[in-house]
């Protein structure tokens, strides 16, 4: 072939695809597998064991760490007043929903900290005012009396108190609330007593994991 | 090795990609399907777990999807990361844009409602004043019919014009509970009609592209997907302006490739598409693109206890079941409301309170709950934004995602028309339930932040004008003849209705269009 021809042919191809879409459909070409299977070398490892092991909740006390004293004897007040143990569940401090919170709460956004510490402190200097004593030695009654003007109905889940300690309040209940129905305790108790399902809790279920992440080196 | 030339490249593989795949292969026509995401392995990565077996105990790392109120620790991973794909609003209007890029999109994860659109949405202009699309429920009634048939959809015949019937699968519905009965009559006496959900039914509880539609255009060998291919730039030939393909990157090394190819399909999702199409700088001559975002409103909510169901006492057939209200409002051009357009109403029965409803704690509290339990009849709306020109989209040229492409900025706010239509929800429902004679426990008629829906539609929107729309009725770009848009970008109005029926028909409308154009050489 003359190189003129040869190039004159070169050019045309982009054309042919438009010219022989119905003859493309009338005859199917073979789809080519995209990759060729990935060989195995013998000497790498095969066979190799999975090994059991355990949750580290199963073997481990967490240790709170973000709270000071004050703070976080106030955070176990109020889980032992707001969800106590009942109807054979275990209650906050039961499912050490305030140690769990200790951890969530040091590696929340800076806003929900501070929503945190400045309740925990606000609480406590109420209870220093009115009964002399920390928050974590309230009597029940005590308690109530600071708690209950603070409460709040919320028919919108995120239409949150302007009050900035109401809505700590609201906050803090709710998540004492999940960190304890999600907690293990929950779940042995829920097997124990046939009820695996927690209303409007998702306390079991498909996980995702990540998929294909991306590598970062 | 020699590249295989394409007829058709298709930006995106969920319920609009995977049926233009589906049918375009079925007529021969050689497909690649660009998909920014992976292939999610059922099998592997996903396994049963305890909220106590995660790392956050189900709360969800701090910080992370701030804009996903529907993600939680166990699906946290199917979302897009915000941080690498990022977008921008103003502070003081936030938006919430739900997206997947798993190869199925969010045909993998949707609720399954399968509505049709009616001619109250189509030709809104003859009844609101706002504007019509350019077609008409008899236009796109074939195509639905072949959709519903396809993701099997059951529902309940009514014969009422603001709640078309479709094709459904055999459907049997229990008996209505007295609470569901009670409700109807209330409804019925105001003209109000109670019908029930209409749900696509799928293959092995699964209604995607991924099992309905993508199998078969794979089968016929025209059809080649590539993954983790994240498009940054259609590309249009320098002499004619049509598009000839498009620049994409490899979502793991950033390596650039080019795919060449005769037609464009886009099918990444509304604001996706338009994202590429802006950044591509292509098919704008209007400059509507980008503007008339809307989606549906979510959030309303009114809950009341049947006092006679309380404390366990429920007698066998009070509580249970659900019913689905259609729009009801504004059917008439006589009838005078405060707002244009329209919301359904969807009623639960036989729930629990929440405890944020009672200011309670302790055991106060759960013999609160204890004593409501199972008593509770809820009502939640699926409410119509009206789509305006300053919703919008536009390119933040300051932030760029994790690829070096620029971001969307997205700006959406409701207006008084939102605001009048959700508080007439908000009292309706509850007249509805004191009639009853059940105590309203809750009640709200705030809504979340646009998008939250997952319903975001227009930003491209079809019309027969070039100058005032991007697409014509086929979704076809007014300006590039060999550029289609079959996500839900070409909406012109939202309407209360789940939109995936409407996209998936529009989908298929627009691709038989296509090879039609093809097999007689227009395109």
Same mark, same amino acid.
């Given at each position: 072939m003359k190189r003129r021809n040869f190039v004159r042919g070169l050019l045309a191809t982009p054309a042919a695809?438009?010219?022989?879409?119905?003859?493309?459909?009338?005859?199917?070409?073979?789809?080519?597998?995209?990759?060729?299977?990935?060989?195995q070398n013998p000497r790498e490892p095969h066979n190799v064991p999975q090994l059991a092991t355990v949750a580290e909740d199963l073997s481990a006390q967490p240790a709170p760490r973000y709270f000071n004293e004050a703070q976080f004897a106030t955070l176990c007040k109020l889980g032992a007043l707001l969800l106590p143990p009942l109807k054979g569940n275990p209650g906050a401090v039961d499912a050490q929903a305030p140690e769990f919170l200790d !951890?969530?709460?040091?590696?929340?956004?800076?806003?929900?900290?501070?929503?945190?510490?400045?309740?925990?402190?606000?609480?406590?200097?109420?209870?220093?005012?009115? !009964?002399?004593?920390? !928050?974590?030695?309230?009597?029940?009654?005590?308690?109530?009396?600071?708690?209950?003007?603070?409460l709040t109905a919320r028919p919108w889940p995120a239409d949150l108190p302007s009050d900035p300690l109401q809505n700590f309040l609201a906050q803090v209940h709710e998540d004492l609330r999940t960190a304890t129905m999600n907690s293990r305790e929950w779940a042995l108790a829920s097997e124990k007593s046939g009820h695996l399902f927690t209303r409007g809790f998702r306390t079991s279920g498909y996980y995702w994991a990540p998929i294909d992440p991306i590598y970062e080196g | 090795m020699p590249i295989k030339t394409y007829d058709v490249l298709i930006v995106g593989s969920g319920h609009s990609g995977g049926m233009a795949a589906n049918i375009l292969t079925g007529k021969g026509i050689s497909c690649l399907m660009l998909n920014a995401g992976p292939e999610a392995d059922y099998e592997k990565d996903r396994s049963l777990k305890h909220a106590y077996e995660l790392p956050y105990r189900g709360f969800n790392k701090p910080g992370r999807l701030p804009h996903v109120f529907q993600a939680n620790e166990f699906n946290a991973n199917q979302w897009v990361d915000e941080k690498e794909v990022p977008y921008t609003h103003p502070a003081d209007a936030p938006y919430n844009w739900v997206r997947v890029r798993l190869l199925g999109g969010r045909s993998l994860f949707w609720a399954r409602q399968s509505f049709r659109l009616s001619d109250y949405e189509f030709k809104a202009g003859e009844i609101d004043g706002t504007d019509s699309w350019p077609i008409s429920l008899a236009d796109l009634a074939p195509y639905y019919s072949r959709v %519903?048939?396809?993701?099997?959809?059951?529902? @309940?015949?009514?014969?009422?014009?603001?709640?078309? +019937?479709? +094709?459904?699968?055999?459907?049997?519905?229990?008996?209505?509970?007295?609470?569901?009965? @009670?409700?109807? %009559?209330?409804?019925?006496?105001?003209?109000?009609?109670?019908?029930?959900?209409?749900?696509?039914?799928?293959?092995?509880?699964?209604?995607?592209?991924?099992?309905?539609?993508?199998?078969?255009?794979? =089968?016929?060998?025209?059809? +080649?997907?590539?993954?983790?291919?994240?498009?940054?730039?259609?590309?249009?030939?320098?002499?004619?302006?049509l598009a000839n393909g498009a620049h994409f990157l490899d979502r793991h090394s950033g390596r650039e490739m080019h795919v060449k190819a005769r037609v464009v399909v886009l099918a990444a999702g509304c604001l996706e598409s338009t994202r590429l199409l802006l950044n591509s700088k292509i098919a704008n001559s209007s400059g509507v693109m980008g503007h008339y975002l809307v989606d549906q409103m979510y959030g309303v909510s009114v809950v009341a206890s049947v006092p006679e169901a309380r404390d366990g006492k429920a007698p066998p057939g009070?509580?249970?079941?659900?019913?689905?209200?259609?729009?009801f409002r504004n059917l008439k051009k006589s009838e005078k409301c405060n707002f244009i357009k329209g919301y359904c109403v969807t009623i639960n029965s036989g729930g629990s309170a929440s405890p944020n409803f009672f200011p309670l704690?302790?055991?106060?509290?759960? =013999?609160?709950? +204890?004593?409501y339990a199972n008593s509770c009849v809820s009502g939640g709306i699926f409410g119509e934004r009206v789509a305006r020109y300053e919703n919008h989209v536009r390119i933040d040229d300051k932030v760029t995602d994790r690829w070096g492409i620029p971001v969307l900025h997205i700006e959406a706010r409701d207006s008084e028309n939102e605001r009048n239509l959700t508080k007439d929800a908000a009292d309706t429902i509850e007249e509805w339930f004191h009639e009853a004679g059940w105590e309203v426990i809750c009640k709200t008629d705030r809504v979340n932040p646009p998008g939250y829906s997952?319903?975001?539609?227009?930003?491209?929107?079809?019309?027969n004008n070039p100058k005032k729309s991007v697409l014509n009725k086929w979704c076809q770009s007014h300006d590039i003849k060999n550029l289609f848009v079959v996500d839900g970008a070409s909406f012109v109005t939202c309407g209360w209705q789940n939109p995936t029926m409407t996209?998936?028909?529009?989908?298929?409308?627009?691709s038989e269009y296509l090879a039609e154009q093809?097999?007689? @050489?227009s395109i």
């Open positions: 695809p438009a010219v022989l879409l119905g003859q493309q459909a009338a005859q199917p070409q073979p789809h080519p597998k995209p990759n060729t299977p990935a060989r !951890f969530l709460i040091s590696v929340s956004p800076d806003d929900r900290q501070k929503l945190y510490l400045c309740g925990l402190d606000a609480l406590d200097a109420q209870a220093r005012d009115k !009964f002399q004593k920390p !928050f974590s030695e309230l009597d029940a009654q005590q308690a109530d009396a600071i708690l209950r003007p603070l | %519903e048939q396809i993701f099997r959809v059951s529902g @309940r015949k009514e014969g009422w014009p603001q709640f078309p +019937d479709g +094709d459904f699968v055999e459907s049997t519905f229990p008996p209505d509970t007295d609470s569901i009965k @009670r409700l109807t %009559e209330i409804c019925n006496k105001r003209g109000v009609g109670v019908s029930k959900w209409r749900s696509a039914l799928g293959k092995d509880g699964l209604a995607s592209s991924i099992n309905l539609l993508l199998p078969d255009a794979l =089968a016929t060998g025209k059809l +080649d997907i590539v993954q983790n291919a994240i498009v940054r730039q259609i590309t249009t030939d320098k002499n004619t302006g009070l509580m249970g079941g659900n019913a689905f209200i259609p729009r704690y302790g055991a106060e509290l759960q =013999a609160k709950l +204890d004593s997952i319903h975001e539609v227009g930003t491209c929107r079809m019309g996209i998936l028909s529009l989908s298929m409308r627009a093809m097999r007689t @050489r």
